[in-house]
């Protein structure tokens, strides 16, 4: 599936105010049986030493599937999505880390351009009040 002509409206949610999706949409979406991503997200909890982390990020619930059967899935918040995408490959993967890095460089140029603004305001405060 291509990235670019993917809606991301359509794998993720609101659910309070946390933007979530799910292991299925995430399976979906990258090509992958479910039964591997739930594998995936296992072993990211297994291997993270931060329990309180893992269960914040990595949801469990149970989904009926197309069978009657009662199926286990996981909620990801964004963190957790991110998480688990970093350690997959493929096109799409690498294109969602290409664009979360680009917002990265984004926010840190922002921040850094707010930094300057105020330093700058600071300076022009203290300049007036030394010539009082």
């Known amino acids: 599936m291509n990235i670019i002509k993917f809606n991301f409206n359509e794998m993720v949610t609101l659910q309070g105010n946390q933007v979530m999706t799910t292991s299925l949409k995430v399976a979906e979406y990258f090509g992958q049986s479910h039964k591997n991503v739930l594998r995936s997200i ?33 909620n990801l918040t964004r963190n957790g999505f991110i998480l688990l995408v970093m350690g997959f490959t493929g096109k799409s993967a690498l294109q969602i880390k290409i664009k979360y890095m680009q917002t990265l460089d984004l926010m840190a140029e922002q921040l850094h351009k707010m930094q300057n603004s105020h330093m700058k305001q600071y300076n022009d405060l203290m300049l007036e009040y030394m010539k009082e």
């Open 42 to 74: 296992r072993q990211l909890i297994e291997d993270c030493n931060n329990l309180n982390y893992t269960h914040i990020n990595f949801e469990p619930f149970d989904f009926i599937d197309k069978n009657g059967d009662t199926q286990p899935a996981f």
